[in-house]
């Protein structure tokens, strides 16, 4: 009967302990993750250093990207509306949910990330591969439709943006 209750107390403790320790390294993890997030969220400010839209057009200067960070370790990248030369509508890009790796990098293709709104019309959601890097106070990505088509029309769309917070 001792026996038994000195096994199934180191029984016990043994459990405690690795309990303990998942539980320690879970926070840590947690901790770590977020603190990254943290020192990543803000306003990038820079430029789209190549826009082809069916055809190559002029970088567009000052231009923000917004990053914000999810409690679950993914970033959100936002550029609000602008227009591309002589073009009648805006384009937004709005890319949640984009894991990155533990080097800053990010290749992923995201739902619904590129918004074109013209006049009258309800705005037109496209998906889009992204791929870059953030690492320190620099971000720098490119934002490419993936089969896209617009009243049946067939089109492509490229950005690069590269910006400093």
């Known amino acids: 009967m001792i026996k038994k209750k000195v096994i199934l107390s180191i029984t016990l403790l043994g459990i405690a302990v690795l309990l303990s320790n998942v539980s320690a ?19 990038y400010n820079g430029s ?15 231009i923000g990207t917004e990053v914000t960070a999810n409690a679950d370790g993914t970033i959100n990248l936002y550029i609000a509306p602008f227009k591309i030369g002589k073009m009648p509508g805006k384009i937004s890009i709005d890319a949640k949910n984009i894991s990155v790796d533990s080097n800053g990098s990010f290749n992923m293709t995201v739902s619904e990330t590129v918004i074109l709104t013209l006049p009258i019309f309800t705005p037109a959601l496209f998906n889009a591969q992204i791929s870059g890097t953030i690492s320190g106070d620099r971000l720098t990505y490119s934002v490419a439709t993936i089969d896209a088509s617009y009243l049946l029309v067939p089109f492509t769309a490229i950005v690069e943006f590269t910006g400093k917070k």
């Open 48 to 62: 789209l250093t190549r826009v082809y839209m069916n055809g190559e057009k002029k970088p567009v200067p000052n």
């Open 25 to 43: 390294n879970t926070a840590m993890s947690l901790f770590t993750m977020t603190s990254i997030n943290e020192n990543i969220e803000g306003i």
